[in-house]
Nanobody
Framework: QVELVESGGGLVQAGGSLRLSCAASGIVFGFNDVDWYRQAPGKQRELVATITTISSTKYADSVKGRFAISRDSVKNTVYLQMNNLKPEDTGVYYC?????????WGQGTQVTVSS
């Protein structure tokens, strides 16, 4: 059974940093692409960052240069380092992976950036 567990969210002032973690069980992250999404209140969930099986990375334009996605294969965990946070980064952050055409999501972690 696949389980993804996010952690590391919290309340931070604008300009601050947070590092989110997504720990997996029942699936090996190195064999699947992993995404971070976020959902702000009243808005659709949006893709923030992706790390592929060959460790290439992609980012939404709104976070390029501020966020960095990485993977620790030993810990089977994917991270999202978020720097220079802005109030518009506020939302619930989710990690997602896909295997055999099925999507797996974590429960989400709340990030709140105060101005």
């Amino acid at each position: 059974q696949v389980e993804l567990v996010e952690s590391g969210g919290g309340l931070v002032q604008a300009g601050g940093s947070l590092r989110l973690s997504c720990a997996a069980s029942g699936i090996v992250f190195g064999f699947n692409d992993v995404d971070w999404y976020r959902q702000a209140p009243g808005k659709q969930r949006e893709l923030v960052a992706t790390i592929t099986t060959i460790s290439s990375t992609k980012y939404a334009d709104s976070v390029k240069g501020r966020f960095a996605i990485s993977r620790d294969s030993v810990k089977n965990t994917v991270y999202l380092q978020m720097n220079n946070l802005k109030p518009e980064d506020t939302g619930v952050y989710y990690c997602r992976t896909t295997r055999s055409g099925k999507n797996y999501w974590g429960q989400g972690t709340q990030v709140t950036v105060s101005s």
